[in-house]
């Protein structure tokens, strides 16, 4: 993965020869919030998503949104990183928030459920694998995005020509 200086220092990231650290002297939200670095309430967005975000965002420009909410409708689920031209999520899950208690578990199986029920795409990827395999997971991540874009196109086209 590579980051700017000021990219780093946004996300409040130490580089330390070839080694990165969070830096703690910083508060971990910057007042110009960068994308993926925003807070649900009193959590903090992991290192992960920020990354991944900043990466995401590179590729896909402002039709990545973080902390989309809209993929089902009446309900507040929040999408960690969304592409809602295409109905795409991804969702970070990290052991601190989505492993360790049985009622996140089961929140994040209603959002995943509910999401698919609406025609959304939902991919879950762990905090770890973001940290160790970021530029692979990017590439697939652009891979599945490309390809669902192309099945909702042909999807679409299908619907156009039936009603005709």
Not at 120 to 135: G, N, P, T, Y
Request: charged content about 35%.
């Amino acid at each position: 993965m590579h980051l700017s200086k000021a990219q780093a220092d946004a996300l409040g990231i130490e580089i330390v020869g070839n080694r990165a650290r969070i830096r703690r002297d910083k508060p971990q939200t910057p007042t110009k919030r960068a994308a993926g670095t925003k807070t649900r309430g009193n959590q903090k967005k992991s290192l992960a998503q920020a990354l991944l975000a900043e990466r995401l965002h590179a590729l896909f420009g402002e039709r990545l949104q973080t902390d989309y909410v809209g993929a089902v409708p009446g309900r507040r689920f929040e999408i960690d990183l969304a592409l809602p031209d295409i109905r795409f999520g991804i969702e970070v899950d990290g052991w601190e928030f989505h492993g360790k208690h049985k009622a996140s578990f089961l929140r994040d199986r209603e959002k995943d459920w509910l999401a698919q029920l609406n025609d959304w795409q939902i991919v879950r990827l762990a905090h770890s694998r973001i940290m160790k395999e970021s530029d692979v997971l990017i590439e697939q991540i652009r891979r599945l995005i490309e390809s669902r874009a192309k099945r909702l196109a042909c999807a679409e086209a299908i619907e156009g020509n039936t009603d005709e």
